[in-house]
């Protein structure tokens, strides 16, 4: 979307040589207590420019709350306590230093169940853009219709845009949520099993929808689908127990993983 | 798992199959209750409601007789009532007057606290001070009446004069504003509970994408609790309407028709207690004006009634 703002244009993807990718977030000995519940264990993990970062393991182990500490929501929960680092592009956003509001202008996020607001498609779509002072109607009109073709959903509501997003289906709702993430032109976007809800034809656009917009935008994603992660990521994190068991790029982790527990996880022996 | 299934006798499937087929057929004894019991909620249901049609009908008829003996326009259109006097006269304006403006004043207090103590008691008290609060508004809502209009008269007032040398011992002014503490509650909490069913989910969403928290309230949560919102003002205002003893005590029986909130005026209401109150006879034309008055503000209940069901339901946004 150059009509936001302008990005660097990033080296040609190099398949054989990820290192040099820059990390946006970088995390360092992260630890999380959900009152005394140790949610998550001591997490080194950074999370590549311009890749797309899986992020696997049974429920419970705490990917949704990794998830949620990188855009700050985990605050949300009362009794939460946090120690470590967590930087994006060389920043500490645990500390007071950054507005989370800065933060997540920059980090959208799309949920598992689909949310859209109860307004009109259009308005869905401008929400964002509105919130951070963009009021010049064309402006927004052509955000609106860009975002809207970057998630693959223009050609199904062009002519229902002032109708409420509550009349789409659920699969043209996630990318609705998609839409709305892209409006604000996201550095990041952090997505926690955004299929896991919907039919498998919905879960293959979303799918090809995160591949057409992988140059543009660093993605993290959560999911339960194994063959999800080997087709749409760069990399994958394996997570156990709040602990962070093995990283590497999806090629070695699905093909040769160091750890006996990914091997068996990612073959269905547990989990 | 294996280990369960070993454990448990297999017998046991056999006598839970036997306890429910017992339990079937103790259950056909019953069913005849089962048959009955919808008959008789029917009955229940019906009673209440021609309960309530014989009310109206005798409002409705009794009201008939007034306009026997007043004119329909000179009632809708008089300024002055007079029911005692040699000349009686039969304006309700004043007491129309009385009615809207004490509640009026009642909502410029209730709506805006009662909104915000919403607001912050959905979108920013934490779990430990809304358990303390919600409960502390209902117990307020619960306070009679008569304490409120006992506390217009000897608080309110006397306070207000100190502020405004030129208030009347009785006024609008001090009622309504206690209306308006008494109806605080009650649109606190309902605008509350509005906000509190909007999902998190949405609040979440439109959190993730940098919106503070008061943007959130203002262009997420209020917009879609908008229909609950204007069910408690609603109500709030039904509320006000219908109020009887803090206006009887505290504004007076002066049937002023007049904009000036520091004098005393007379609501529907107070009307009706005044002349139930005293001796007017049976089939006097006072006597026929309780049942005009009471008509009036029945209708003008039920027309705001109904309006507020239109406006909710046009501001809906479904979730
Ligand atoms: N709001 C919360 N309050 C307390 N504990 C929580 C909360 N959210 C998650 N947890 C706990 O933290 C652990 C990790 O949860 P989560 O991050 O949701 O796992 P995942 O997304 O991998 O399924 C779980 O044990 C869960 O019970
Ligand atoms: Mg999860």
Known sequence: MTLLTERQQTPLRMVENKQWRKPVYETNGLNLWYGTSHALKNIDLSIHEKEVTAIIGPSGCGKSTYLKTLNRMVEMVPDVSISGNVTFKGNNILGKSMPVEMLRAKVGMVFQKPNPFP??????????PKIHGIRNKTVLDQIVQESLQKAALWDEVKDRLHK???????????RLCIARCLAI??????????????????????EELIHSIKNDVTIAIVTHNMQQAARISDRTAFFLNGEIIECDTTTAIFNHPADHLTDDYINGRFG | MLNINSNVPQKNDVRIRELIEEKRQSRNFKGIVEKLIPSFLLVIATLSILTTAGIVYTLLSETVQFFKRVPFLDFFTGTALKPLSQTPEFGILPLLM????SSLIAMVVAGPIGLMAAIYLSQYASERVRKVFKPLLEILAGIPTIVYGFFAFTFVTPLLRTLIPGLEATNILSPGIVMGVMIIPMIASLSEDAMSSVPSSIREGALALGSTKLEVTKKVIIPAALSGIIASFVLGISRAIGETMIVTIASGSTKNFTFDITQSMQTMTAYIVEVTGGDAPAGSTVYYSLYAVAMTLFIFTLLMNIGARKISRKFREEY
């Not at chain 1, 409420?164 to 996630?174: D, N």
């Not at chain 1, 919907?198 to 293959?204: A, F, N, R, W």
């Not at chain 2, 009385?98 to 403006?101: A, E, L, P, R």
């Open chain 1, 164 to 174: 409420s997003a509550y009349g789409l289906s659920g699969g043209q709702q996630q």
């Open chain 1, 119 to 128: 307004k009109s498609i259009y308005e869905n779509v401008a929400f964002g």
């Open chain 1, 185 to 206: 032109d996201p550095e990041v976007i952090l997505m926690d099993e955004p299929t896991s809800a919907l039919d498998p034809v919905s879960t293959h656009k979303v």
């Open chain 2, 98 to 101: 009385g009615t809207i403006t």
